[in-house]
Structure formats: structure tokens, C-alpha cells
């Protein structure tokens, strides 16, 4: 079992900047891959980023591109989500979620194993 707290959300305004927090707990060593999903509502959940605990790869969704930077520091068993040019369309629940099957699909929902229980993200234009 994976345990996933996410923290960091907030009201921020456009163009502001704001780091989201990812802790991990219980069998971490076995995660291949940490990612960040998005919910805005009546919105499917959607990828954002996503690393590899080993080597520290990473993917992006098209939209965030340049604007976010996904991070991770091993020792404190984290992962951050760093957001910088904030966008009204940004404003969504955030959840961090972990694979431990290695995967192939890391931009799918059904991709990850373990779920966070989300954090509120609030644009305002």
C-alpha cells in the first residue's frame, strides 16, 4: 500500500504562481511513477505530469507545458507540482497518484494504483 497526502492548494489569482506538495508513505520503494491529475468540474480527470521516481523522466500535458514543472526529492519521499503563469482554466481539484506496475499508460487514470485525495485549485480571472 501506497499512502499519497496532498497539500498546497489555495486561491490565487492569474498569472500567480503556486507549489503543490505530494507525500508519500507506506511501500514507496515499490513505486515506478508519480503523477499529477486534475478534476475541474463536470470534467473528466485529466493527466498534468508525471515522474519517475528513478531518474527523474518526466511527461507533461500539452496545456501546462512551459508553465508547470513537476519535481520530486527522494529522501523526503515527495513529489511537487510547481505552477507558474496560472490560468482561470487551471482551476481544478489537483490529485497526486502513484504506479507501482510500470505501466505503459502514465497519461490514463487507469495507469496508477494509488490515489491522493485531492487538493483545491482556484483561478481567479
Known amino acids: 500500500q501506497v499512502q499519497l497526502v496532498e497539500s498546497g492548494g489555495g486561491l490565487v489569482q492569474a498569472g500567480d504562481s503556486l507549489r503543490l506538495s505530494c507525500a508519500a508513505s507506506g511501500r514507496t520503494f515499490s513505486s515506478y511513477r508519480m503523477a499529477w491529475f486534475r478534476q475541474a468540474p463536470g470534467k473528466e480527470r485529466e493527466f498534468v505530469a508525471a515522474?519517475?521516481?528513478?531518474?527523474?523522466?518526466?511527461d507533461y500535458a500539452d496545456s501546462v507545458k512551459g508553465r508547470f514543472t513537476v519535481s520530486r526529492d527522494n529522501a523526503k519521499n515527495t513529489v511537487y507540482l510547481q505552477m507558474n503563469s496560472l490560468k482561470s482554466e487551471d482551476t481544478a481539484v489537483y490529485y497526486c497518484?502513484?504506479?507501482?506496475?510500470?505501466?505503459?499508460?502514465?497519461?490514463?487514470?487507469?495507469?496508477?494504483?494509488?490515489w491522493g485525495q485531492g487538493t483545491q485549485v482556484t483561478v481567479s480571472s
Open positions: 515522474i519517475r521516481w528513478s531518474g527523474g523522466s518526466t
Open positions: 497518484a502513484a504506479d507501482v506496475h510500470y505501466s505503459p499508460n502514465y497519461y490514463r487514470v487507469s495507469g496508477y494504483d494509488f
